[in-house]
């Protein structure tokens, strides 16, 4: 069934014809549009925040930027606002490269009334559509809410969970940095997962697991006889994720000779099959993650300059759990639960553990504690036995909560006394982050020596 467009529906006009743009804006307005008309498309990128607008209606050949250039520039604020490009005769072919790239659709002139309105009107009813999945798509979010996958309530996940909801509405390629079990993973999944990019195929290649000689031929696939063992032609992993995401989990272990061929396929978005000459279009967002800092990598030669450059368009960092101390109980918790069968109890977590728990130093991170709670739901015994500080209080009564606090007073009071109040060295002391600490100095009521 058709959407109708909203009445105030607006159409961006661009023509450096000031006689077209006259005659076609009383055309669209009379069909009920509302028309911005714009004699070039240089100011184009102002006028793209409106909520009505339905779409972007462009001669293709004007002085500055012309139709495909500005095609890029729509394409690059919002992807699914329509395109439609008027062109002259010798233009078509550049037309058709313009549908290629992505343009809703194009008019050759001389063209009728009928058919510039038709068209305008698709789009506007698409353009409904897609304002209308997006709304669903937020309430969905938000109903099975974000912070029911990444959990906990330290300041630098609640950072994280806000920078994942932003990225995930763009098309923008994005890099994750955490060590190693902090859930790289899991925050892909869900850039792709509240993304419009949802219902398309998911795809994670670890680069430092495959071997060297097969990356090639998984990444991009291979026709029949394309080597030794080729039988039949496969599909590589970036031509299925056609209309997703690809996820390049340790791409800092990718080798350098095929970080070039990456470098290809992100700049142009087309793939070449191993033995195959044709170049094959996909539309994929590419999430990449690293456990050392690239920019590193770049300066030890082992990475290229040109693909981090073109990888880091969006970066995020995931705080290790030593850094979020506040969390631990959280998600202790939570995956005990996850580990118990449906019914069973969960055993108590006792104050001796949970100082056991919040004072280890966790160096696998979530990916360590995870395990942890899942043996502590079978019943074995946790290997968490770090050395107790001298004076450290053993909670013996209250909530988890209070217990939490105890500690976390004890050692920041500790920390702050050995530090002469310094606040600076007390956080790199303890392994938290100043700001943090300022906050948690705040909020539980600690004085400084």
Avoid at 223 to 248: C, N, Q, W
């Amino acid at each position: 069934m058709a959407v109708e467009q909203s009445e105030s529906a607006e159409v961006v006009l661009i023509d450096d014809d000031p006689d077209v743009l006259a005659g076609v804006g009383q055309l669209l307005e009379l069909s009920d549009f509302a028309v911005t008309p714009l004699s070039s498309a240089e100011t184009v990128l102002d006028t793209l925040s409106s909520e009505h607008l339905a779409a972007v209606v462009s001669d293709i050949r004007m002085p500055g930027i012309d139709g495909l250039a500005l095609l890029d520039r729509v394409r690059s604020v919002d992807a699914d606002l329509p395109v439609i490009l008027i062109t002259g005769h010798g233009d078509v072919p550049m037309a058709v490269e313009a549908m290629r790239n992505g343009a809703y659709d194009f008019i050759e002139k001389p063209f009728s009334s009928d058919r510039l309105i038709g068209s305008v009107k698709k789009a506007a009813e698409k353009r409904a559509l897609t304002r209308e999945n997006r709304r669903l798509r937020r309430e969905l979010a938000s109903a099975s809410g974000i912070d029911s996958v990444i959990r906990g309530q330290s300041p630098g996940i609640a950072a994280l969970r806000q920078q994942v909801q932003r990225c995930a509405s763009t098309k923008a390629d994005v890099l994750i940095y955490g060590e190693t079990g902090t859930g790289k993973d899991l925050v892909a999944r869900c850039l792709h997962q509240f993304s419009a990019r949802s219902k398309g195929h998911f795809v994670a290649i670890n680069c430092a697991a495959l071997p060297e000689s097969l990356l090639q031929s998984e990444f991009f696939g291979y026709a029949p006889g394309a080597f030794t063992g080729a039988a039949k032609r496969r599909i590589g992993k970036f031509e299925y994720a056609d209309g997703g995401t690809v996820f390049l989990d340790e791409i800092e272990g990718m080798p350098l000779h095929l970080q070039a061929e990456l470098l290809r396929v992100l700049e142009n978005r087309v793939i070449v099959r191993l033995g195959e000459n044709e170049e094959i279009p996909i539309d994929i967002r590419v999430v990449s993650a690293a456990k050392t800092d690239l920019s590193q990598a770049v300066e030890e030669g082992r990475f290229r300059a040109d693909l981090y450059y073109r990888l880091n368009v969006l970066s995020m960092s995931i705080p290790p759990l030593r850094e979020r101390m506040e969390d631990i109980s959280l998600l202790f918790q939570h995956f005990v639960h996850q580990a118990l069968a449906d019914g069973e109890e969960a055993p108590v977590l006792t104050p001796q553990l949970l100082q056991a728990l919040v004072t280890h130093d966790w160096p696998g991170n979530v990916r360590e504690l995870q395990a942890a709670a899942t043996r502590h739901a079978l019943g074995f015994p946790i290997e968490v036995d770090p050395e107790e500080e001298a004076g450290m209080p053993v909670a013996t009564s209250g909530t988890l909560e209070e217990s939490i606090a105890r500690l976390e007073r004890h050692v920041i009071r500790s920390a702050l006394a050995s530090t002469d109040g310094n606040v600076e060295q007390a956080s790199t002391l303890i392994g938290v982050p100043k700001r943090t600490l300022y906050h948690k100095i705040k909020a539980l009521g600690i004085e400084k020596p």
